[in-house]
Every structure is written in C-alpha cells, then in structure tokens.
C-alpha cells in the first residue's frame, strides 16, 4: 500500500486561510468516507483533528474543516494562528481493517 | 483522565529485540482497539497495524509481518509492541494510539489518544 500523497510544505500568513490536499487512490481516499487528519508539533505526539472527512472531534476548533472530492481530500485551516504551525498528516481506511498516512506536509505561518 | 503511558527509550544493537508497552487508563481498556505507528527520524507517520484488545485478533500492516509482533495482557490494560531481529533501519519512534469512537460508533481509521512515543535506537 503505497502512501499518501501530500505536498511537503504549505503556508500563510496570519489570518489567512490555507488548504492541504491529500491525494490516494480508487482504493483509499476514494473509495471511503474514512480519511482523518492529524496534527503534529515538533516532538509531540498527533492530534486528531478531523475524522470521517470533515468531522470534528470535541475540543478541535471550527477553524479546521476537511472535504474530499474523488481520490483527494482536503484540511482547510481558515483565521490561521501562529499556533497552526505545524506538520499535518492524513490517513485513510483502505479496506481489510488496513489505514495508511500520507507522507505530511509542513505548515509554516508567515 | 484517558491516556496511553508507554515504557522508555531503548538503545539496542542490531539483531537483539525490543519490547515495547502501552498502558491504558481511563477507560475500558477491551473495549478499544489499539493501533501502532511508526516515525523514522525526520520522517512521516507509517501505520504498523493494529490489535482488538477484545478478541486478541492482530492485524499487520504491509511491511510489518514477521519480525513485528502485537501482544496484549488486558489484565493490566497494556498492549506491547514486540520487535525482533532489530536493524539499524527500526530506528524510529514507535506510538500506540487508541482508535477513536463517538457514541456506539468506532471509526478503523481515526486515533484519538496516543501514548507518547518510545524511542528505540538500534545502533553498534
């Protein structure tokens, strides 16, 4: 199972909104509504951010909102805070009880 | 409060093994499955696999059989994460992450409480 593809790096500015896609196949992100979103600081463990799409668990701002068109979903981070900056990941149920990461994009707040 | 404590760092040579635990609190330890993730210095996430504290039934990733093995003792709530043959390639942080449920329903791809990651070092 062949990860994810993310782009390495995004960015914006103070209330800013940016977006990160999250591109799979047929077999992953297309073929469930089961993509999660996570983020990571620098020595921190993940925090899940969005589930099932565009879900948000208790406790995650309305800032973060996630959408899927086909094999590619997407995080929007809107009103961007210094806080945001981050690595992001996105996983994807594939099938078979498997789930595989996209490779992580780091967001830099300007 | 819910959490994952994991046990510490390790520093191992190539070719010995490695154990790694995961203690879970909080919560109904059975009752949620338990995945593992790997992160290779500077590198992303990669899912190991997962196991159902409930029926003992491990799930392996593509590139995790053989050396890799999920094991559990739910009488102290705690998965463990056995490594053998260690290369100096595991070099990694390896965290236990809880699968996330909302109501009755628990989603397969979505891990809501992570322990905080053990660093296992393999070097000569």
């Known amino acids: 199972q062949s990860a994810l593809t993310q782009p390495p790096s995004a960015s914006g500015s103070p209330g800013q909104s940016v977006t990160i896609s999250c591109t799979g196949t047929?077999?992953?992100?297309?073929?469930?509504?089961?993509v999660s979103w996570y983020q990571q600081h620098p020595g921190k463990a993940p925090k899940l951010m969005i589930y099932e799409v565009s879900k948000r668990p208790s406790g995650v701002p309305d800032r973060f909102s996630g959408s899927k068109s086909g094999n590619t979903a997407s995080l929007t981070v809107s009103g961007l805070q210094a806080e945001d900056e981050a690595d992001y990941y996105c996983n994807s149920y594939t099938g078979s009880d498997n789930v595989v990461f996209g490779g992580g994009t780091k967001l830099t707040v300007l | 409060q819910v959490q994952l404590v994991q046990s510490g760092s390790e520093l191992k040579k190539p070719g010995a093994s490695v154990k790694v635990s995961c203690k879970g609190s909080g919560y109904t330890f059975i009752s949620y499955v338990m995945n593992w993730v790997r992160q290779a210095p500077g590198q992303g996430l990669e899912w190991m696999g997962c196991?159902?504290?409930?029926?003992?039934?491990?799930t392996y990733a593509q590139g995790f059989t053989g050396r890799f093995v999920f094991s559990l003792d739910t009488s102290v709530s705690t998965a463990y994460l056995h490594i053998s043959s260690l290369e100096a390639e595991d070099t990694a942080v390896y965290y236990c992450?809880?699968?996330?449920?909302?109501?009755?329903?628990?989603?397969?791809?979505?891990?809501?409480?992570w322990g905080q990651g053990t660093v296992v070092a393999v070097s000569s």
């Open positions: 992450a809880r699968q996330f449920c909302s109501g009755t329903t628990c989603y397969e791809h979505a891990f809501d409480i």
């Open positions: 196991i159902n504290p409930y029926t003992g039934n491990p």
């Open positions: 047929s077999s992953d992100v297309g073929g469930y509504n089961y």
